[in-house]
């Protein structure tokens, strides 16, 4: 049974900081592309960020560039968000994903699998 099982979530106050974990089982992870999306009220899910587990390259949407970086630990199967400089309008459920044939990375028609979601809530 694939599983993604995001953790980490929670509520910061504006420039603070946190670190989405996705822990995932079920498939071969190193096969895979895990990206990271988010959803906040009234708004489409938004493609944040996505790792290759195979050659590690990365993609970031602009809004989030030089703020969050992904990274992977192949050896626990499991993709970090790190998250600094939180602002507020980056409150939203986080959601991480996993797909096999990943070209853009922010697509998410892309992805197969995906998490349960994580609430993030930056206050101002």
């Known amino acids: 049974e694939v599983q993604l099982v995001e953790s980490g979530g929670g509520l910061v106050q504006a420039g603070g900081s946190l670190r989405l974990s996705c822990a995932t089982s079920?498939?071969?992870?190193?096969?895979?592309?895990i990206g990271w999306f988010r959803q906040a009220p009234g708004k489409e899910r938004e493609g944040v960020s996505c790792?290759?587990?195979?050659?590690?390259?990365?993609y970031y949407a602009d809004s989030v560039k030089g703020r969050f970086t992904i990274s992977s630990d192949n050896a626990k199967n499991t993709v970090y968000l790190q998250m600094n400089s939180l602002k507020p309008e980056d409150t939203a459920v986080y959601y991480c994903?996993?797909?096999?044939?990943?070209?853009?990375?922010?697509?998410?028609?892309?992805?197969?699998?995906w998490g349960q979601g994580t609430q993030v809530t930056v206050s101002s």
């Open positions: 790792i290759s587990s195979s050659d590690g390259s990365t």
């Open positions: 079920g498939f071969t992870f190193d096969d895979y592309a």
């Open positions: 994903a996993a797909g096999m044939w990943v070209l853009a990375g922010h697509d998410s028609e892309e992805f197969d699998y």
